[in-house]
């Protein structure tokens, strides 16, 4: 079983609380808020104000994923904007380790995040420190995108080292996730999938969610 996470990235902003409101009543365990700053990223989403008024109207925890650059100015804001989960990039932090302390003393699960080519050995030494990494399955910056298939290697992998080490972290998979590989992913050890356009595209949003939590129940 692996929780599921939809990406409010595809959601429809003029009707965000209805679109919240969905997420309440789902079998989804968390609330994706993908935030793109147009340098780490080459595109622009949504920023403070809208986590804000995404928190005003969820039931469920806030899963933010920060896709900017120098995040540690922001991370206190995107705390009290309703951020329980804080996802920074490792490509984008120098003092990693800083930072996630900085995430721990604010009162959030810091996550780590990396692209399709950062090997997941790189985390070797921070693991122990982080509550979670997401393994970037498409090149972040926008939704709908093809699922890169080296991701299932690279969760098997973390998984092993999770193992090994005796780690308790949550591997998280974001990028072009529906239901013909989520079953494959849970197998292959991820614990949380981050679904945007396939849920909000499909025609009923709300069972989509429960299809991709009964395919993760039967991996
Ligand atoms: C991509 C974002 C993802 C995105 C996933 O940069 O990090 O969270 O919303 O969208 P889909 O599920 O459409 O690939
Ligand atoms: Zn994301």
Not at 123 to 130: A, F, R
């Amino acid at each position: 079983m692996s929780f599921i996470a939809p990406s409010i990235l595809a959601a429809d902003f003029a009707n965000l609380q209805r679109d919240i409101e969905m997420i309440n009543r789902s079998e989804a365990e968390f609330i994706h808020v993908d935030i793109m700053d147009g340098r780490f990223v080459p595109n622009i989403s949504f920023g403070l104000p809208v986590c804000e008024a995404a928190h005003k109207h969820a039931r469920k925890p806030l899963d933010v994923h920060l896709m900017i650059v120098e995040p540690d100015q922001y991370l206190e804001a995107f705390r009290k904007a309703g951020a329980h989960i804080l996802t920074v990039h490792y490509e984008a932090c120098p003092h990693l380790h800083r930072t996630v302390q900085h995430i721990r003393e604010l009162g959030a699960l810091p996550g780590i995040a990396l692209n399709p080519h950062t090997p997941v050995e790189l985390l070797s030494d921070i693991l122990p420190d982080v509550s979670l990494v997401l393994i970037m399955s498409v090149n972040p910056g926008f939704g709908g995108q093809k699922f890169i298939e080296n991701t299932y290697r690279k969760i098997e992998k973390l998984a092993r080292m999770r193992q090994e080490r005796d780690l308790d972290f949550l591997i998280e998979v974001d990028g072009g996730v529906n239901t013909q590989n989520a079953a494959l992913l849970t197998r292959a050890g991820a614990d949380v999938l981050v679904a945007g356009s396939f849920v909000f595209k499909a025609d009923d949003p709300l069972a989509t969610i429960a299809e991709l939590k009964k395919a993760t129940t039967m991996a």
